[in-house]
């Protein structure tokens, strides 16, 4: 049956799947996939393997993939990072559809996963379809705000044309961010991703195929979610001695 929700919220499936006693396993396979990862053997192969030994459910295996990293993508995607103080004065690229949805499933209590590069990702399925939701307006008042206070020069945001629905978000955004400085522009883009490589400003995003390529990246939806969203269900799947939830809604 498709997932027809209206929110960002967890999927029927996250309670059992991202349990208290669920999560060692899952930190365990991080752990085993980044080890892989770090002496190159190939990507699918490698989740297939890892997933296979620990027995993990499809949600399992997705938040799995989203969460490892090899030693030297994580050493290299750390030294571009950039304090939320270098936003002064600058230009910040936005990898739109990444940030929002982040954003919103916080927003929303949905699974939030801190992977081993120190971003967070969100288990959010979009298929080539955008759904605004209830915590859509919220979230980018959110990033707005946030953005603001720390000085931002200006805010250029890409979505991908391809995605339906992206005009409607575009004209929502501008809306929001209207009488808001800095100045925000919102722009419509076949090659989201070529686009935001190859600018020379600041990027935020958690896309890790941009985090390799890019200049400077900022950690924004973390360092948004994490200070304005004391609720966020955040589940820390990075090595750790002892397991670690950092925080659960009330449900």
Known sequence: MPDTRTHR??????DACFAPEQIPTLQAAVRDLSWLHTRGYSDRASLKLVGDRYSLRDRQRKALQRCAASDQDCLARERRKVSPAALQGEILVVDGYNVLLTVEAALSTGVLLLARDGTLRDLAAMSGHYRRVQTTRPAVRMLSEFLSHHGCAGVEWYLDRPVSNSARLKRLIEEIVAERSPSWVVQLTDQTDKTIIESKAIVATADSAILDRCDRWVNLARLVVE????????IDLTDQDEPQQISHAER
């Open 9 to 14: 919220g967890p999927h029927p499936k996250d």
């Open 227 to 234: 200070g304005r969203i004391p609720d966020a269900w955040i």
